[in-house]
C-alpha cells in the first residue's frame, strides 16, 4: 500500500504532466484551477492519468464531483453557498476542506476546494481504506 | 507519403467516401482498421487488395452501439497502441417528407449518423489526450445547410455533426486534437444514385464546377485534415461541393 507521501508524488508527477506546470508548483494546497490552471477538460485529463498510473477504476464524479454549483435555491442564495449547500459538499466531497468554504461560502470560492490536498487524501482513502 | 506510419480509424469503410478515405490513407502511409456493417465481402475485397500496399484491416461493427464502438477502438489499441486518426463516416439516408415519416426512419439516420459520431468520438478520447494529438474528422453534408425536401432526419443529424464539431474542437484543443468536419456535395456514390438517376442533370446546372464529386475528391480533404498541414485547422465545416452552395444565380 502507497504511503501518502508516495501518493503525492504520483499525483504531482500527474499534474506537471496534464498541466505542464513545475514540480514546486504542486504543494498540497495549491488550488488546481487558481494556482495551477487547469480547466474543465484537464479534469478529465487528470483522472485518466490517475487511473493509469495506480491502475485503478474511479467512477465519474467521485473525484471532481461536477455541477456543484447548481442555481438552485437549497444550494446557493445571494452567491453564497447556503448551510445546505455547504452540507451537501461535505458529503460530496469528503476530503475537501468544505470547512474553510464554509467562513467564507462565496460561489466563486467552491473551485478552491480542488486542491491536491484533496486528491492525496482521496487517494490515500481510496487505495489504504 | 503525408501520414507515415499514423494509426487512423474510419466508420463505414467499406464502401463510398469510406472506402475512398482508406484507400487515400493506405497510400499516404498510415495504418488503417476501418468499421464495415453488413458489406463483409466489400470489406474483405478492400483488405485484400489494399494489404499488399500497407496496413489494414477490417472491424464488423454496429455504429449505434457504444459497446461495439468501445471494442472496435480498444481492438486498434491492442493492434497498433495508438490511435491518431478517426474519421465518423459511416452514414445512410432515410429520405422522405417529414409528415409521414416512421418513427425509424428518423430515429435510424440519427442513431447511426449522429449517435456513433458520440460512440467512436467519446471512445477515442482516452487515447488521444494521453497522445496529446488526434485528427478527428466527421463527415457532415452540405444537406445541413441547404434545406432539402425529404431530408430533415438526415439533415438533422448533419448539423448535429456541425455543432458537435465546433463544440468539441474548443473542448479538446488544448490537448493538440482538432476537431474538423467535411461536408461534401453531391459525390458519386451508392447512396446519391438514386437522386442521380431521377435528375442528374438539374443538380449538374446547381454545380459551379457543373460535374458530381468523386470520392477521391473528399479522401483528398480528409488526408489533408489530417496530415501536419493542417495542424492549426480545428472547428471547421469544410464544404467539398464543387460550389453547390454558391446560391448565385
Known amino acids: 500500500m502507497p504511503t501518502q507521501d508516495e501518493i503525492f508524488k504520483v499525483v504531482q508527477e500527474t499534474l506537471e504532466d496534464a498541466l505542464g506546470v513545475d514540480d514546486d508548483e504542486v504543494t498540497m494546497d495549491a488550488t488546481l484551477q487558481g494556482d495551477l490552471g487547469a480547466e474543465s477538460i484537464d479534469f478529465l485529463d487528470i483522472l485518466f492519468r490517475l487511473e493509469k498510473g495506480f491502475d485503478i477504476k474511479i467512477p465519474r464524479g467521485e473525484l471532481f464531483p461536477e455541477n456543484l454549483a447548481r442555481a438552485d435555491s437549497s444550494f446557493v442564495q445571494d452567491g453564497k453557498v447556503t448551510e445546505s449547500g455547504i452540507a451537501q459538499l461535505r458529503e460530496k466531497m469528503p476530503h475537501a476542506d468544505v470547512d474553510k468554504l464554509a467562513e467564507n461560502p462565496a460561489v466563486a470560492n467552491i473551485a478552491d476546494l480542488f486542491t491536491v490536498r484533496m486528491m492525496v487524501n482521496f487517494l490515500n482513502h481510496k487505495l489504504n481504506g | ?249
Not at chain 2, 500496399?53 to 493492434?79: C, R, Y
Request: with cysteine; aromatic share 6%.
Open chain 2, 1 to 249: 507519403m503525408r501520414l507515415e506510419g499514423q494509426v487512423a480509424l474510419v466508420t463505414g469503410g467499406s464502401r463510398g467516401i469510406g472506402k475512398g478515405i482508406v484507400e487515400a490513407f493506405v497510400k499516404e502511409g498510415a495504418k488503417v482498421a476501418f468499421v464495415y456493417n453488413s458489406s463483409k465481402e466489400a470489406a474483405d475485397v478492400i483488405v485484400s487488395e489494399l494489404s499488399a500496399n500497407g496496413e489494414v484491416f477490417a472491424i464488423q461493427a454496429d455504429v449505434k452501439s457504444k459497446e461495439a464502438a468501445q471494442k472496435a477502438v480498444d481492438e486498434v489499441l491492442e493492434k497498433w497502441e495508438r490511435i491518431d486518426i478517426l474519421v465518423n463516416n459511416a452514414g445512410i439516408i432515410r429520405d422522405g417528407l417529414l409528415a409521414t415519416m416512421d418513427e425509424d426512419d428518423w430515429c435510424s439516420v440519427i442513431d447511426t449518423n449522429l449517435n456513433s459520431v458520440y460512440n467512436f468520438t467519446q471512445s477515442v478520447m482516452r487515447p488521444m489526450m494521453s497522445q496529446r494529438s488526434g485528427r478527428i474528422i466527421n463527415m457532415s453534408s452540405v444537406a445541413s445547410e441547404m434545406g432539402n425536401q425529404g431530408q430533415t432526419n438526415y439533415a438533422a443529424s448533419k448539423g448535429g455533426i456541425n455543432g458537435f464539431t465546433k463544440c468539441l474542437a474548443a473542448e479538446v484543443g488544448r490537448r493538440n486534437i482538432t476537431v474538423n468536419a467535411i461536408a461534401p456535395g453531391f459525390i458519386e456514390t451508392d447512396m446519391t444514385e438514386a437522386v442521380r438517376n431521377a435528375a442528374e442533370g438539374e443538380i449538374k446546372k446547381a454545380i459551379a464546377l457543373r460535374r458530381l464529386g468523386k470520392p477521391e475528391d473528399i479522401a483528398s480533404t480528409a488526408v489533408f485534415l489530417a496530415s501536419s498541414d493542417a495542424s492549426y485547422i480545428t472547428g471547421q465545416v469544410i464544404e467539398v461541393d464543387g460550389g453547390l452552395t454558391l446560391g448565385g444565380i
